[in-house]
């Protein structure tokens, strides 16, 4: 099953404590589906928001290093932001936890996310 994370563009004004509720929420509804989940599409096209390494670090330790551990197997899909800033912090961010990093996949547009996580499917018979 794939759980996709759409951010929108009001992002641009989110803070930090903001990006925390919402992920930690996102992590919560992942957390009890990680029966069903095998693919993650962060899509990130209009993510505006910058990340401090405060918050990369945070983010690479509160949310990916758990997501990571409750469901080793996930596989993830990451469509980019169009602002080089956020695109940058957010890469750092994946950067910060390396098993995050060795399974997530970059695309600069979701057809090619979509691509990717049907061709995975197939190849490995996910239900």
């Known amino acids: 099953m794939l759980y996709e994370l759409i951010w929108l563009p009001n992002t641009a004004n989110m803070s930090e404590d903001d990006y925390k509720i919402a992920m930690l929420s996102d992590q919560n509804k992942l957390f009890n589906n990680y029966d069903v989940v095998n693919f993650l599409l962060l899509d990130n096209r ?75 499917h197939k190849k490995h018979n996910f239900s």
């Open 46 to 120: 209009d993510f505006l928001m910058t990340m401090s390494p405060e918050l990369q670090e945070w983010s690479a330790k509160e949310i990916t290093s758990e997501v990571m551990e409750a469901n080793p197997q996930l596989k993830i899909a990451l469509v980019v932001s169009q602002d080089i800033f956020s695109r940058v912090s957010v890469s750092q961010a994946v950067e910060e936890d390396e098993t995050m990093d060795r399974v997530t996949h970059y695309f600069e547009n979701k057809e090619e996310a979509y691509d990717w996580i049907l061709s995975h």
